[in-house]
């Protein structure tokens, strides 16, 4: 995991992924989850999500991660909200999984730190036929300097940094069909606010972050770069389906 993940791991206890908790259940009141459906929640970090999931839907839900540190957080929040959350730690790339699973794929700000099309493969192995792939994900635009796209993949250890078109090729060259996919820049600070309701807000004064300089600066270096270049980013929502 890189330096700048493992910070990631060591802060609050809320959605960390481009639109936030809110974004989430946006999209998640277009679909129709019943109690019968296997869900995979990819890269589960916090387990806000899959808690979700289980407590509106009582959908069968798998939350997998491959951070200890984050599955111990995400188990401590199942116990609290009494959600029977099923936690696995895993590799992405290698999902312990059989094929054609999962009815729906959730995945926040994952993909983009993996080698994109041995992700987006995997995610289709894992669902069943018609199932459903739901996929957020920092997206840069194409007026972002090269400099600055070299400078945020060195800080955050990023193998690729796509455009919206190169998201929405990768899906596609795997073989799902394109439900939609949306793009949007990133919240501003009344929808940022909005994350305070969902328990959302993370700081980067954490005592873990405080105590270890290591552990901060990644962080640091990111969100300096994102107040330069924020004008260049966003994310996309991409929901796609299974042929």
């Keep these: 995991m890189s330096?700048?993940?493992?910070?990631?791991?060591?802060m609050g206890g809320g959605s960390l992924h481009p639109g936030g908790f809110h974004h989430?259940?946006?999209?998640?009141?277009?679909?129709s989850i019943s109690r019968d459906d296997i869900v995979i929640d990819i890269g589960c970090g916090t387990g806000q999500t899959a808690c979700h999931l289980v407590k509106t839907y009582g959908a069968h839900v798998f939350a997998l991660d491959n951070s200890e540190k984050m599955l111990s957080k995400a188990r401590a929040r199942a116990g609290r909200e009494k959600a029977d959350v099923h936690f696995v730690y895993g590799d992405v790339l290698d999902m312990p999984f059989r094929d054609k699973t999962a009815d729906l794929v959730m995945i926040e700000?994952?993909?983009v730190f993996l080698p994109l099309l041995k992700g987006v493969k995997e995610c289709f192995r894992v669902l069943k036929g018609n199932?459903?792939?739901v996929d957020v994900e920092l997206v840069a635009k194409d007026s972002l300097p090269s400099e600055a796209r070299e400078q945020v993949k060195a800080v955050c250890g990023l193998p690729q940094l796509p455009s919206f078109k190169e998201w929405q090729k990768a899906f596609e060259k795997t073989g799902f069909s394109q439900i939609s996919a949306s793009f949007k820049d990133f919240p501003g600070p009344l929808d940022n606010l909005k994350e305070i309701f969902y328990g959302g807000m993370n700081s980067i004064f954490s005592p873990e972050l405080m105590?270890?300089?290591?552990l901060s600066r990644?962080?640091?270096?990111?969100?300096?770069?994102m107040q330069r270049y924020r004008s260049h980013f966003g994310f996309g929502t991409f929901?796609?389906?299974?042929n």
């Design 131 to 133: 199932g459903i792939l």
């Design 239 to 242: 929901i796609y389906r299974k």
């Design 109 to 111: 700000s994952v993909l």
């Design 218 to 225: 990644p962080l640091q270096d990111y969100q300096g770069l």
């Design 211 to 214: 105590s270890d300089a290591k």
């Design 24 to 31: 989430t259940l946006n999209i998640l009141r277009n679909f």
């Design 3 to 10: 330096s700048y993940l493992d910070a990631i791991a060591a």
